[in-house]
């Protein structure tokens, strides 16, 4: 991939093969999608609209991509093969800019659009490339062709107008925490609330409805339809979807599951038969797992995971295969510290933490709480009577359970309290 702040133009993206980590091609681009900001914010690049060898088009985010170069476009993990269906606020490169008349003096359209990567596997539309040409004078001269290639603040379709629409929410959300997000939705009235859901993308709303009181949870995921309410549960962190799944009537819970992507049912499936406040009711079942053979090198790789949060990649484990829950046999842990500190080719199993015994999805919350303070802890793993690492906890999923029911619901109904002016006197 090109180094950062480096131009790609999207013309020479679009019909390039998009192959797989193994090299095999999955489909070809068909186009970039993307969305407004507000402010002097450039559009943010949200990924890349894929043909499928079926002809079916699917939506493939950018921090799935890994490579783009003259020949291909490589992306690692796995893809969404639904169909993919272009929300209110989301634009096309391709068909919504290409081709479309620029106000000028003499008549000019877009040819072209760049993006570039300004952090890792995030990218922004840069420039636009316009193509203008000079009036034909009434005997049939001029017409010279003359191309210019501006700024994106330069053109008028990419720059948010004023007012505070679903597309203003949607461009404002893109760079704020989940958590304010959720105060955001909180505060909208109903009638605004559902065109704002309607035109969001589903992990901004998962991660969002993940900080909502649990009430607000039910309420929000209820107004979906079954269809929409089952992609924002697959997106969500399992416990969180556990969580809710368990809050809403037992026909509907079913229902979704039902038609929830099979793996990740099969996740909130096996949390729910945990106790809530017990490790097994609170662990994601989505650690870091590594075979007995994985190197320092290859840890720290997995540790890069901007999926990842960081009490998640503060460890890795190592097992015996199957490397995910439940696992083989778990052989250990080991701090992210002390694979900093180690040469990249000694292997993780030689430096677990010898002392950290695991939690068993029984121990309850009480239990949970003094380990973590115990040993220090942002994360720990939890193992069935069987030896097989079944998921971890965090820190932030114990706190969650320790304190009140309502103290989400607390930091959303709290207003900004206005600064103490103070002349030096008392």
Not at 56 to 70: A, G, K, L, N
Not at 145 to 153: A, F, I, L, Y
Not at 213 to 228: A, K, M, Y
Not at 298 to 312: G, K, V
């Amino acid at each position: 991939m090109g180094a950062k702040n480096s131009q790609i133009f999207i013309s020479r993206v679009i019909g390039l093969p998009l192959v797989d980590a193994a090299g095999d091609q999955v489909g070809r681009v068909k186009d970039v999608v993307f969305h407004l900001r507000t402010g002097n914010l450039a559009p943010r690049v949200r990924g890349l609209l894929v043909e499928l060898f079926a002809r079916q088009r699917i939506f493939v985010p950018m921090i799935r991509v890994h490579d783009i170069t003259p020949n291909h476009v490589a992306i690692l993990g796995q893809v969404d093969t639904r169909r993919f269906l272009k929300r209110d606020a989301e634009l096309l490169v391709d068909a919504d800019l290409f081709d479309r008349t620029v106000p000028r003096e003499t008549p000019t359209k877009i040819y072209d659009v760049s993006m570039v990567q300004v952090r890792n596997r995030e990218w922004e539309l840069r420039s636009v490339a316009l193509r203008s040409r000079d009036r034909v004078s009434r005997f049939g001269f001029g017409g010279r062709s003359t191309t210019e290639v501006v700024d994106w603040s330069e053109v008028p379709d990419l720059v948010l107008a004023k007012g505070r629409t679903a597309a203003h929410f949607v461009a404002e959300f893109s760079d704020m925490k989940a958590a304010d997000v959720a105060k955001e939705l909180h505060d909208l009235d109903p009638e605004r609330l559902e065109e704002v859901l309607e035109a969001l993308d589903d992990e901004t709303l998962a991660e969002a409805l993940e900080e909502l009181p649990s009430n607000e949870q039910v309420e929000l995921i209820s107004t979906l339809d079954t269809e929409r309410a089952a992609d924002i549960l697959g997106e969500m962190d399992p416990d969180d979807a556990a969580d809710l799944i368990a809050d809403l009537p037992v026909d509907v819970a079913e229902d979704l599951l039902q038609r929830m992507e099979p793996e990740d049912a099969s996740d909130v499936r096996r949390l729910m038969t945990y106790e809530e406040s017990t490790a097994g009711g609170m662990m994601t079942p989505e650690p870091i797992i590594l075979d007995t053979d994985a190197t320092v090198a290859l840890a720290l790789a997995h540790c890069r995971d901007e999926s990842l949060t960081p009490a998640l990649a503060s460890m890795v484990f190592i097992t015996r295969p199957p490397l995910e829950t439940p696992s083989g046999r778990y052989v250990g842990a080991a701090h992210i510290q002390q694979l900093l500190r180690s040469a990249p080719t000694l292997l993780v199993a030689t430096m677990l933490d010898t002392n950290l015994e695991p939690l068993r999805p029984s121990s309850p919350l009480a239990e949970v709480s003094r380990f973590f303070a115990t040993y220090n802890l942002v994360v720990a793993p939890v193992v069935n009577e069987q030896g097989q690492l079944v998921g971890a906890v965090t820190v932030d999923d114990v706190l969650d359970h320790m304190l009140p029911d309502d103290w989400r619901g607390d930091h959303m109904d709290q207003q900004p309290v206005a600064e103490e002016v103070t002349d030096g006197t008392h």
